[in-house]
């Protein structure tokens, strides 16, 4: 696929890249290992202060990265405007607490002085989706650049003018150039790219294919890999949860981003005693989103990001339907319009050979299980090959503590939907991934821990 702009919304090619050639990525890889010899020398109080002012820019320019966003992938406009400020976030976030997290450990041992120091490790690739084109980036950049390394961007090919705003965002903040840099190279260049002795590791946020061919040419070069892949994630509504609040939230777990996050809850788990007013309230909010044009304050629903998108979810809910799936709302794609539009969709009967049992649904479509109890609606939700998120709804102490400790995901929210958060370690087990971004654990990935003993 070509380096392009495409509108979502449109369908309108407005802008196309060349990729670059191997001698302009030999000439920005000379300059990222350069960069780093220098770079990795500096403070933790320079670093912060270039952090700090690219929170400063991300702020002062919310709304018009914001329309990028939107332009490029067709979120809506509300939704990009607030992944900019959590961009800034998370640059305030690590310039704040980057020197603790990541200061000498002493431990005793019989030397006169024996410690743990974290110390950077070089030129970090990461490989970046295109759903929330900002927040991806920043979320590894910044604890990534916090602790000494220097970072090069491999974007998805549908937002190159996010990849490039990201990369002249660094370079307006006083970061030394070279310490971020933006490659526009298509999937089968970074093989290459990873394979070069200077990238010392890398991270890939994105699919499954692509997460095992990187990881493959990681393993090949044994370099270290974060990875961060795709979800099913469970939502579980038990006897005392609050179902109006839950029904609620649901619509935004399920909705948030035209149902395109790999953390979307996507299995709604209900108990026989609250499925059919859950089932209710959930067909009526659905029915009261506004799907249209996404630069519009007052749109749910923009469009997907790309037709295949489209294709692909259109035909997961054929199948699962004629598989026996019963559809409660939408269930066919908006041909009435131009651009990538698909209706907010239930299903419910969900067949255990059909793709809505198994597989991620990567659009706005949500999809109903009925189950007896507790025991069983654990092991349904544990029954995919994901363990990305899982929100589970009860006000039950006992059924709280059973699903903390039984769900197989990588994080578990109890009366609130699965949200990223800087304070917290975000990631997966099973197929979803492995390794963790944000909190303390995310800025430990891309480190050397090094042993000191001093007799
Ligand atoms: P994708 O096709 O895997 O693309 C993601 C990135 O990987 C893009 O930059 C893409 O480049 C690149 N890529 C694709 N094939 C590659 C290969 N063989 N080698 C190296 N790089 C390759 O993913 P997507 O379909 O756009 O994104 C949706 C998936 O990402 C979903 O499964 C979703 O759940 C997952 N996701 C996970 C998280 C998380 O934090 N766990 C967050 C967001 C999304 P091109 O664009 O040039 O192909």
């Known amino acids: 696929m070509s380096i392009a702009t495409v509108n979502p919304t449109t369908g309108k090619i407005l802008k196309t890249f060349e990729p670059l050639t191997d001698s302009e990525i030999e000439t920005k890889l000379a300059l990222a290992d350069k960069t780093f010899k220098k770079y990795r020398k500096t403070t933790m109080a320079q670093r912060s202060r270039w952090l700090n002012n690219t929170a400063d820019i991300l702020e002062e320019d919310y709304c018009k990265f914001a329309k990028l966003i939107t332009l490029e992938m067709g979120k809506p406009i509300k939704e990009a405007m607030d992944e900019i400020k959590k961009c800034a976030l998370v640059c305030r976030f690590y310039a704040e607490n980057a020197s603790e997290f990541l200061k000498d450990i002493p431990v005793v041992t019989e ?20 759903n929330f084109p900002f927040w991806q ?50 999937a089968p260049q970074v093989e290459a790219v990873m394979t070069d002795k200077r990238i010392k590791a890398g991270t890939l946020t994105g699919s499954e294919p692509a997460g095992i061919s990187f990881l493959s ?51 709604f788990i209900l108990v026989k005693s609250v499925a059919e007013r859950f089932e209710r309230l959930l067909v009526k909010k659905f029915q009261t989103l506004k799907m249209g044009d996404p630069m519009l304050e007052e749109i749910d629903i923009g469009p997907l990001a790309t037709p295949k998108i489209l294709q692909d979810i259109d035909k997961q809910v054929q ?27 239930i299903l419910k009967n969900i067949p255990v050979d059909s793709p809505g049992y198994s597989d991620e649904f990567f659009g706005p479509v949500a999809l109903l299980f009925q189950v007896a109890d507790l025991d069983e609606a654990i092991e ?29 995901a990588g994080c578990v929210f109890i009366n609130g939907l699965v949200k990223s958060d800087p304070r917290l370690p975000f990631g997966g087990i099973k197929r979803s991934g492995y390794g963790r971004e944000l909190g303390i654990q995310g800025i430990q990935e891309f480190v050397n821990v090094k042993t000191i003993w001093i007799k």
């Open 319 to 345: 199948e699962t339907v004629t598989k026996g799936a019963k559809i409660l709302v939408g269930g066919q794609p908006d041909r009435d319009r131009v651009g990538n539009f698909y209706p907010p969709t």
């Open 137 to 186: 980036v920043f979320r590894f950049a910044a604890p990534t650049l916090m602790a000494g390394n220097v970072c090069i961007l491999k974007h998805a090919s549908n937002v190159p003018q996010c990849a490039l705003a990201i990369e002249i965002i660094f370079n307006s903040a006083k970061l030394p150039e070279g310490a971020f840099q933006t490659f526009l190279i298509s």
């Open 111 to 130: 030397a006169n002085r024996s410690f743990i120091r974290y110390q950077p490790l070089g030129i970090i690739l990461a490989v970046m989706p295109w």
């Open 380 to 408: 349904l939700a544990n029954s995919t090959t994901f363990g990305l998120g899982a929100s589970g709804w009860t006000n039950n102490p006992m059924e709280q503590e059973q699903l903390v400790e039984e769900l197989e």
């Open 217 to 267: 040419t990681a393993g090949k070069n044994i370099k270290k890999t974060v990875l961060e892949l795709g979800g099913s994630d469970p939502f579980i509504i038990l006897d005392s949860a609050n179902i109006e609040a839950a029904a609620t939230t649901a619509v935004t777990a399920r909705m948030h981003n035209n149902g395109q996050s790999c953390i979307a809850a996507k299995r």
